[in-house]
């Protein structure tokens, strides 16, 4: 996702396994999706790993997934906007109270 025009997701980097059989999407993602993945998306950086342990901050389980699947995983992936997501304790949040009083339904007369 874009937040004021600039992509939250800055670089996507693809741990898998040579010779494990979880991996075998993402092996056949790599193969027949990821160059257009990155043509697509010049402003990202995608870098590939062979590695055997997760050491990422956002995981996403592609285990035994087909390649279109993991095209989409690492779609929503770019879509996010990376910032945890805060609940409001009120819907009206203002840096600068009224000089009026808060506004309500309620007419006092």
Same mark, same amino acid.
Not at 59 to 80: D, G, H, K
């Given at each position: 996702?874009?937040?004021?025009?600039?992509?939250? $997701?800055?670089?996507?980097?693809?741990?898998?396994?040579?010779?494990?059989?979880?991996?075998?999407?993402?092996?056949?993602?790599?193969?027949?999706?990821?160059?257009?993945?990155?043509?697509?998306?010049?402003?990202?950086?995608?870098?590939?790993?062979?590695?055997?342990?997760?050491?990422?901050?956002?995981?996403?389980?592609?285990?035994?997934?087909?390649?279109?699947?993991? $095209?989409?995983?690492?779609?929503?992936?770019?879509?996010?906007?990376?910032?945890?997501?805060?609940?409001?304790?009120?819907?009206?949040?203002?840096?600068?109270?009224?000089?009026?009083?808060?506004?309500?339904?309620?007419?006092?007369?």
């Amino acid at each position: 996702m874009a937040l004021r025009g600039v992509w939250q $997701l800055q670089k996507l980097v693809v741990n898998y396994c040579d010779w494990g059989g979880s991996s075998r999407g993402i092996r056949a993602f790599m193969e027949a999706h990821l160059p257009a993945f990155k043509e697509k998306n010049p402003h990202l950086e995608v870098v590939t790993e062979l590695v055997r342990e997760n050491h990422n901050e956002r995981v996403v389980c592609v285990r035994n997934l087909p390649p279109e699947e993991i $095209l989409l995983q690492a779609t929503r992936l770019r879509n996010s906007l990376g910032r945890k997501v805060v609940k409001l304790r009120t819907r009206h949040v203002t840096k600068r109270h009224s000089v009026q009083g808060t506004w309500t339904t309620d007419l006092k007369m």
